[in-house]
């Protein structure tokens, strides 16, 4: 009998070892924890949770308990949305998915001993870590900026209380007042949401106060859907977009938040308001966790696992994986071919080869949408681009209505497959 239960007991033992979940069978449920409930860390975390069915406990920990979408928060700032059209809560997540949802920040990774420690004290044991922390600014980037100045010139580029900040400033402009905007230098989140953001003031502005101009200083010698905002600028808001690219100085920029001046090539202007988007990195626990290389943590196409630790995963704009742009779609689709990558390392479940797609779609008037996106597959060196497509100058009104609307699916969409 004894004899009989040994053998049986070793024979498991081997076919443990070949179905590759180790984990599992030695140490019990296996825990996954995300840091950052956005694009990239609440979809991962949800569908961690989902399709593994209770066998992994997943912990994601995020200090705000509602999540604004930078997506669609420049249509906010347009008047086409309501800030709590943007607001999410991550209670269906808690609730409907037995998700362990920590509202506090990651104040630290041990890589060795495998813990996220918490400013509310205590940590958080891992046997994979997901961070998804989005962006920081680089400090210094913009002369006479820092993140003290962010009340007097907003970034708006975390949504929120900063959008809500741009917004009021917009609508206390006096007439014929100037809106300057310092634009980011590549690579930076939403390549084209500066420009979007620049349509949508526009259009407010040309509703509420028709005399008023738009600055752009611009470090870049063109940017993302370039000749379609100059279009769409030119035939809704000729004369008010004065847009200063790298060849007439964009680049060389200095703010004075005290003044509210913007100096351009030497060349200092009064303004009423100014958006000051710096130059990114990733959100600063990456680089706590040692897995920046610069300013973003380099990852594994096939699973977004970073290139310093296979315990580590990074997803969305924090990460460094080769054609996608960084913005929420992007987020998203890797956060899907990360989870099913983590819950077939942990239990042993089929892991499907990585794909990915993206699409960027930009307001520029009232049903007046056009988008750029392409699809991607992993290679050993990058997440490369397979082939891509852009909406044309020059559109009829009925498509670029219909571009619009696919945009409203599109959020509808990707928020439930984020918070449930
Ligand atoms: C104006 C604007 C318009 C945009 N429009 C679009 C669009 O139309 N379509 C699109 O696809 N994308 C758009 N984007 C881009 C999109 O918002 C980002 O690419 C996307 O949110 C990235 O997802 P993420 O998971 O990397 O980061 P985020 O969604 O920013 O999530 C990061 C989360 O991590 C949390 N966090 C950070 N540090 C810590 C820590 N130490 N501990 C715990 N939590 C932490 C933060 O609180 C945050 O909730 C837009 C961006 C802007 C600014």
């Given at each position: 009998?004894?004899?009989?239960?040994?053998?049986?007991?070793?024979?498991?033992?081997?076919?443990?070892?070949?179905?590759?979940?180790?984990?599992?069978?030695?140490?019990?449920?296996?825990?996954?924890?995300?840091v950052g409930g956005g694009a990239g860390g609440?979809?991962?975390?949800?569908?961690?949770?989902?399709?593994?069915?209770?066998?992994?406990?997943?912990?994601?920990?995020?200090?705000?308990?509602?999540?604004?979408?930078?997506?669609?928060?420049?249509?906010?700032?347009?008047?086409?949305?309501?800030?709590?059209?943007?607001?999410?809560?991550?209670?269906?997540?808690?609730?409907?998915?037995?998700?362990?949802?920590?509202?506090?920040?990651?104040t630290g990774v041990d890589r060795d001993a495998?813990?996220?420690?918490?400013?509310?004290?205590?940590?958080?044991?891992?046997?994979?870590?997901?961070?998804?922390?989005?962006?920081?600014?680089?400090?210094?980037?913009?002369?006479?900026?820092?993140?003290?100045?962010?009340?007097?010139?907003?970034?708006?580029?975390?949504?929120?209380?900063?959008?809500?900040?741009?917004?009021?400033?917009?609508?206390?402009?006096?007439?014929?007042?100037?809106?300057?905007?310092?634009?980011?230098?590549?690579?930076?989140?939403?390549?084209?949401?500066?420009?979007?953001?620049?349509?949508?003031?526009?259009?407010?502005?040309?509703?509420?106060?028709?005399?008023?101009?738009?600055?752009?200083?611009?470090?870049?010698?063109?940017?993302?859907?370039?000749?379609?905002?100059?279009?769409?600028?030119?035939?809704?808001?000729?004369?008010?977009?004065?847009?200063?690219?790298?060849?007439?100085?964009?680049?060389?920029?200095?703010?004075?938040?005290?003044?509210?001046?913007?100096?351009?090539?030497?060349?200092?202007?009064?303004?009423?308001?100014?958006?000051?988007?710096?130059?990114?990195k990733a959100g600063r626990i990456a680089e706590?966790?040692?897995?920046?290389?610069?300013?973003?943590?380099?990852?594994?196409?096939?699973?977004?696992?970073?290139?310093?630790?296979?315990?580590?995963?990074?997803?969305?704009?924090?990460?460094?994986?080769?054609?996608?742009?960084?913005?929420?779609?992007?987020?998203?689709?890797?956060?899907?071919?990360?989870?099913?990558?983590?819950?077939?390392?942990?239990?042993?479940?089929?892991?499907?080869?990585?794909?990915?797609?993206?699409?960027?779609?930009?307001?520029?008037?009232?049903?007046?949408?056009?988008?750029?996106?392409?699809?991607?597959?992993?290679?050993?060196?990058?997440?490369?681009?397979?082939?891509?497509?852009?909406?044309?100058?020059?559109?009829?009104?009925?498509?670029?209505?219909?571009?619009?609307?696919?945009?409203?699916?599109?959020?509808?969409?990707?928020?439930?497959?984020?918070?449930?």
């Amino acid at each position: 009998m004894t004899l009989n239960r040994r053998v049986f007991l070793g024979a498991a033992g081997v076919v443990a070892a070949g179905l590759s979940a180790p984990m599992v069978l030695a140490q019990g449920k296996p825990r996954v924890v995300v840091v950052g409930g956005g694009a990239g860390g609440a979809t991962a975390a949800r569908y961690i949770a989902k399709d593994s069915k209770g066998e992994i406990d997943v912990t994601l920990i995020e200090p705000s308990r509602t999540y604004y979408t930078c997506f669609f928060s420049n249509l906010y700032l347009g008047g086409f949305q309501e800030l709590s059209d943007i607001a999410h809560s991550y209670g269906t997540l808690a609730a409907n998915y037995g998700i362990n949802v920590v509202h506090d920040w990651a104040t630290g990774v041990d890589r060795d001993a495998k813990t996220v420690s918490l400013a509310g004290g205590g940590s958080v044991p891992y046997d994979k870590l997901i961070l998804s922390p989005g962006i920081d600014f680089v400090d210094g980037a913009v002369e006479g900026w820092d993140l003290s100045a962010q009340n007097i010139m907003p970034h708006a580029y975390k949504a929120g209380s900063q959008t809500e900040l741009l917004k009021a400033q917009i609508m206390a402009m006096p007439e014929g007042g100037t809106f300057a905007m310092v634009a980011p230098p590549n690579p930076y989140r939403c390549p084209p949401g500066p420009y979007e953001r620049v349509s949508m003031v526009a259009h407010v502005l040309k509703a509420n106060n028709p005399t008023a101009k738009i600055i752009v200083a611009d470090p870049k010698p063109k940017f993302s859907k370039m000749a379609l905002f100059q279009e769409g600028w030119g035939n809704n808001y000729e004369g008010m977009v004065d847009w200063i690219g790298e060849d007439f100085g964009g680049g060389i920029v200095s703010v004075n938040p005290d003044a509210m001046t913007v100096t351009i090539d030497g060349e200092e202007t009064k303004v009423d308001v100014c958006n000051v988007i710096p130059a990114m990195k990733a959100g600063r626990i990456a680089e706590m966790a040692g897995v920046t290389d610069g300013n973003w943590a380099p990852v594994n196409a096939a699973d977004m696992s970073s290139k310093a630790d296979p315990d580590v995963y990074v997803l969305g704009d924090a990460s460094q994986q080769g054609d996608m742009p960084k913005s929420g779609f992007s987020a998203n689709s890797q956060a899907k071919v990360c989870a099913n990558a983590v819950r077939g390392a942990l239990t042993g479940s089929k892991v499907f080869p990585a794909k990915f797609s993206n699409t960027c779609w930009s307001l520029i008037d009232t049903d007046d949408g056009v988008k750029v996106g392409a699809t991607y597959e992993a290679t050993p060196e990058k997440i490369a681009k397979v082939d891509g497509f852009i909406s044309q100058t020059g559109e009829d009104a009925d498509l670029r209505k219909a571009t619009y609307e696919e945009s409203l699916g599109w959020y509808a969409g990707i928020t439930s497959d984020m918070f449930g």
